[in-house]
């Protein structure tokens, strides 16, 4: 019975981690089946091209139409309104929610994660499975808690199988993501994850290059930069412990920042 209930709260925290999809213990020869396969010969004809992928001119449209979307929004309440009437973002039609934000908006510290994972696609609300959980902890160590930052995330619905977003599904959810911190108006940004800190900052390095380092970021609407800190994701943590202690050091450089309540990039 023991072992029972522990292989079950195992399946259920690997759930909440994300590892929503089962494969075989043994690996597949995919190869080998495609070589054993007969091949079949058929008379060839002349047929319309199809296209593989969107054109130039429509992803070019869809953008226009996120960014005016976005940029019509006058509130928040608007801003998840114009998101739920979007279509032109392709990750929506596999989420089950859409995830858009948790916490308080008028928080001065705005924290921005990557994309929802399969808890967080449940209850469309981000940061609320495994990664959430420690993420709860680890603001509990500076004295913050939902009631004193706010959440979300650069993308606002989960990728499938929490696959790695494409350029294109980030460029369509960016317009959005910008109106969003323009709306909110923090006093700093914390970007946890490097999909996170590569998008926001315009950077190429990896996430352990750029956590621990201010930077301003300041998106086209506003009149003045805010001060954002990368810092590494908790689910790379709940992967990677031994990596705590980077992220404690950003978490104290965090703190440092909001005690001082000026710009870690003016001081000095």
Request: charged fraction near 20%.
């Amino acid at each position: 019975m023991e072992s029972s209930e522990a292989s079950l709260a195992a399946l259920r925290w690997l759930v909440e981690a994300g590892a929503d999809e089962a494969v075989d213990e043994v690996a597949h020869d995919r190869m080998a089946r495609r070589a054993t396969a007969p091949v079949r010969r058929t008379a060839l004809r002349s047929s319309p091209a199809k296209p593989s992928s969107p054109s130039l001119a429509s992803n070019d449209a869809v953008l226009a139409s996120a960014r005016d979307l976005a940029h019509a929004a006058q509130d928040l309440a608007q801003l998840r309104a114009a998101l739920e009437s979007f279509d032109g973002c392709t990750l929506r039609h596999d989420a089950t929610n859409l995830v858009f934000a948790d916490g308080n908006p008028r928080a001065r510290i705005m924290i921005l994660g990557e994309g929802p994972g399969a808890e967080e696609d449940r209850q469309g609300l981000p940061f609320v499975g495994a990664s959430g959980k420690l993420l709860d902890r680890m603001l509990a160590c500076i004295g913050l808690d939902r009631t004193s930052v706010y959440i979300s995330n650069v993308l606002f619905w989960r990728p499938p199988g929490n696959r790695t977003p494409t350029g294109n599904e980030l460029a369509t959810c960016l317009p959005f993501v910008e109106r969003h911190i323009e709306l909110v108006d923090p006093a700093f940004l914390f970007l946890i994850g490097g999909i996170s800190a590569k998008t926001l900052l315009g950077r190429s390095e990896g996430i352990l290059r750029l956590r621990g380092k201010w930077a301003h970021y300041q998106p086209s609407g506003m009149s003045h930069p805010i001060p954002a800190l990368a810092s590494l994701h908790p689910a790379y943590l709940l992967r990677q412990p031994g990596q705590k202690r980077l992220a404690w050091q950003d978490l104290m450089a965090l703190q440092a920042a909001i005690r001082s309540g000026k710009d870690p990039l003016l001081i000095g």
